[in-house]
C-alpha cells in the first residue's frame, strides 16, 4: 500500500516527419529515440508528453510518434505545445498507448492536464474556460493528491528571451490553486531546462527537453552543450513525491551561431 506510482515525463521532442529533420543541427529522432529506450528500461506506470510534441506539426509527424510509442505497456498521455497542432495531433494520437485525457488517476494521485496553447502564438495563457473546468474538478475531487500539467512555466526562469514567452496569466492559475491544498505538483515544458521552485506549498517543476537545451538564465538564445533529458516522479500514496532528472548521452551536433528555432 506504500508502493509510489512511477510516471516520466518527457517534453519538447520536436520531431519532423522525417528522420532526417534536424533541430539546430540536432536529429531530434535520433535523441527522442535514445530517451525512449532509457524509458523502457524503468518501465513506468505511465508516461506524460508535457508540449511541443513536433516541430513539423503535420499529420504524418504524429504519426511517427505514436510509432515509436506502440511497444509501450503503460499508458503515454499528451497535451500540446506552442509548436503543436491539436487538429494533426488528435486523430494521430488517439490510439494505445497513447491517450489524450485531460483527467488521468495514477493510484491514489489525479492528474489535470492543461492546454496552455494560445494559437498562433508563443506564449501560453489559460482560457476562462480552462480554468473553470480546473476550479470544478478540483473542487469535486476531494483531497486525493494532485498534479497539474501544461506547457508553460507560470513563474520567469531568469532568461529574458525565454521568460517573454511563459504563461500570461500566471495570477488566474494561482487563484484557483491556493484554494486547494490537495494539488502538489506543477509539472511544465517550454524551457528546454530543467527548473523547481516552491509557492505556497506547491512544487512547480520543469522538464529539459528530449532534444536540445537551453542555457539557463542566458540574456539572449543560447544553447546548453548537455545531453537531452526527462524526468522522474515518484508518487506516493500520501501525497509526497520524490522526482530527479536523467541526462543521455549522445553525439552534439549543435549549431552554436543560431539565433532562435
Not at 510518434?65 to 494533426?88: K, M, Q
Not at 491514489?108 to 508563443?122: F, N
Not at 537531452?228 to 515518484?234: A, C, D, K, N, T
Amino acid at each position: 500500500m506504500n508502493e509510489p506510482v512511477y510516471l516520466i515525463q518527457l517534453s519538447d521532442l520536436h520531431l519532423f516527419a522525417t528522420d532526417e529533420g534536424r533541430l539546430l543541427g540536432l536529429p531530434t529522432a535520433q535523441s527522442l529515440a535514445a530517451v525512449l529506450e532509457a524509458t523502457r528500461r524503468h518501465s513506468p506506470n505511465a508516461v506524460l508528453l508535457t508540449g511541443d510534441l513536433a516541430q513539423e506539426p503535420i499529420t504524418p509527424t504524429y504519426e511517427r510518434l505514436a510509432t515509436a510509442f506502440r511497444d509501450f505497456s503503460c499508458p503515454v498521455y499528451w497535451i500540446p505545445g506552442n509548436h503543436d497542432e491539436p487538429r494533426a495531433m488528435v486523430p494521430a494520437l488517439e490510439r494505445p498507448p497513447l491517450r489524450g485525457d485531460r483527467q488521468i488517476h495514477l493510484g491514489t494521485w489525479q492528474g489535470l492536464l492543461l492546454s496552455s496553447q494560445v494559437e498562433g502564438k508563443v506564449h501560453g495563457e489559460l482560457s476562462p474556460e480552462t480554468l473553470s473546468w480546473l476550479e470544478a474538478t478540483l473542487s469535486h475531487t476531494g483531497d486525493r493528491p494532485t498534479f497539474i500539467a501544461l506547457h508553460h512555466p507560470p513563474f520567469e526562469t531568469g532568461a529574458p528571451w525565454l521568460d517573454s514567452s511563459r504563461l500570461q496569466n500566471p495570477e488566474d492559475l494561482f487563484a484557483v490553486l491556493d484554494s486547494h491544498p490537495q494539488v502538489k505538483l506543477v509539472l511544465f515544458g517550454h524551457i528546454h531546462q530543467e527548473l523547481m521552485t516552491e509557492r505556497q506549498g506547491v512544487m512547480y517543476l520543469g522538464c529539459p527537453s528530449t532534444c536540445i537545451q537551453f542555457l539557463p538564465r542566458a540574456p539572449e538564445f543560447s544553447l546548453e552543450p548537455v545531453g537531452p533529458g526527462f524526468r522522474h516522479l515518484s508518487l506516493y500514496p500520501n501525497g509526497t513525491f520524490k522526482t530527479h532528472i536523467e541526462r543521455v548521452e549522445i553525439p552534439l551536433t549543435l549549431d552554436f551561431s543560431a539565433k532562435g528555432y
